[in-house]
Nanobody, 120 residues
Framework: QVQLVESGGGLVQVGGSLRLSCVAS????????VAWFRQAPGKQREWVAR???????TYPDSMKGRFTISRDNNKNTVYLQMNSLKPEDTAVYFC??????????????WGQGTQVTVSS
């Protein structure tokens, strides 16, 4: 079992930056694929970034350039650095983990989410 707790969300102005953290319980976290997703009100959940156990990262084309995912296995933590934020980035951001997760599926564990609001 893995428990995930996100933090770092908040209110930021357009063009600002935030760094989200996802802290995991469990001593095998380093073997998990971890991803960030987001969901805005009235919209479907959207994949933001993925990092595998070796640290290789993947992003959808729409997220490349402004978002960076990273991990520190010594701290059981995955980060999402978000720069040049836009109002359309406003959403609840979730982290998810799975042993054999693909880009958008196969995630067995989810956090409770952290709200990011970008004001114009």
């Amino acid at each position: 079992q893995v428990q995930l707790v996100e933090s770092g969300g908040g209110l930021v102005q357009v063009g600002g930056s935030l760094r989200l953290s996802c802290v995991a319980s469990g001593d095998t976290f380093s073997t998990y694929v971890v991803a960030w997703f987001r969901q805005a009100p009235g919209k479907q959940r959207e994949w933001v970034a993925r990092i595998n156990s070796r640290g290789a990262t993947t992003y959808p084309d729409s997220m490349k350039g402004r978002f960076t995912i990273s991990r520190d296995n010594n701290k059981n933590t995955v980060y999402l650095q978000m720069n040049s934020l836009k109002p359309e980035d406003t959403a609840v951001y979730f982290c998810a983990a799975g042993v054999r997760a693909g880009w958008t599926s196969g995630y067995d564990y989810w956090g409770q989410g952290t709200q990011v609001t970008v004001s114009s």
